[in-house]
């Protein structure tokens, strides 16, 4: 395996034609350097991440990057090699379900990434407990059709799935009254007004707040997903006004 430092002219030519979707330089690159794929950059804090990595970081949505991730994985990069060195050990579909980027996670899942690996921002959890916990609704649904286990009662209720929900009370007759508001204030955030309701006849407080947020369940309710926030930011780092 390839290490390199993360200001070297190499790795800054690689994130370039990422971030630019630029597929011929990208090529060029590899071409080049046969180990790029399977490198590994190293930052100031000795932590490393892989090439995959730089396509799937914040805030995501690269030209070409559903593109780029096949062109990497043919080329013999990992899609399940964790960050390493850092507070947590989040693959590139944590990444990339961190910014709702379904069309590079859906290219991840075909290379091979598993969505069931740990490691991530979220508890040292799953892409789904990243997806969900950070409002990424689409990759979350994406995790789920392409089977990501879906054991958790916050998981269902925040995702609308109300026979999950019903299946997971009835396991658990005597829930923890925390698991009850978490799950509300998740079914608030994705907008899940029948499994709000649920959970409310079953117990749960209107103004609970979970121990991760200090949010209620209505500022999650009308807060934007993490889709909507980064399109929100890109408009006005493009110059677009609003009218109000």
Same mark, same amino acid.
């Given at each position: 395996m390839e290490f390199i430092k993360h200001d070297d002219p190499l790795a800054i030519s690689f994130v370039h034609a990422v971030k630019t979707g630029n597929l011929d330089a990208l090529r060029r690159l590899l071409d080049e350097s046969p180990g *790029? +794929?399977?490198g590994r950059a190293v930052d100031r804090q000795g932590n490393s991440r892989t090439a995959l990595h730089v396509v799937t970081d914040w805030p995501g949505y690269f030209p070409n990057g559903p593109m780029i991730v096949k062109m990497l994985i043919d080329a013999g990069a990992d899609p399940n090699a964790p960050i390493i060195g850092g507070?947590?050990?989040e693959t590139p579909l944590h990444w990339a379900a961190s910014s709702d980027d379904v069309n590079v996670a859906a290219a991840l899942i075909? %290379? =091979? +990434?598993?969505?069931? &690996? *740990? =490691? =991530?921002s979220i508890s040292g959890g799953t892409p789904l407990d990243n997806a &969900? %916990?950070?409002g990424c609704w689409n990759v979350a649904r994406l995790l789920v059709q392409r089977g990501a286990r879906v054991d958790v009662l916050w998981h269902a209720a925040a995702l609308g799935m109300m026979s999950r929900v019903e299946e997971l009370m009835a396991s658990n007759p005597s829930p923890n009254p925390d698991e009850i508001n978490a799950a509300f204030w998740q079914a608030c955030h994705g907008g899940q007004r029948r499994l709000a309701e649920y959970l409310l006849s079953r117990g749960a407080d209107i103004n609970g707040t979970p121990d991760y947020t200090s949010s209620t369940p209505l500022d999650a309710a009308g807060g934007i997903d993490t889709r909507r926030d980064t399109m929100v930011t890109w408009l006005k780092s493009q110059g677009a006004k609003s009218s109000k």
């Open positions: *790029l +794929a399977t507070w947590h050990s075909d %290379g =091979g +990434a598993d969505i069931e &690996v *740990l =490691g =991530g &969900v %916990g950070y």
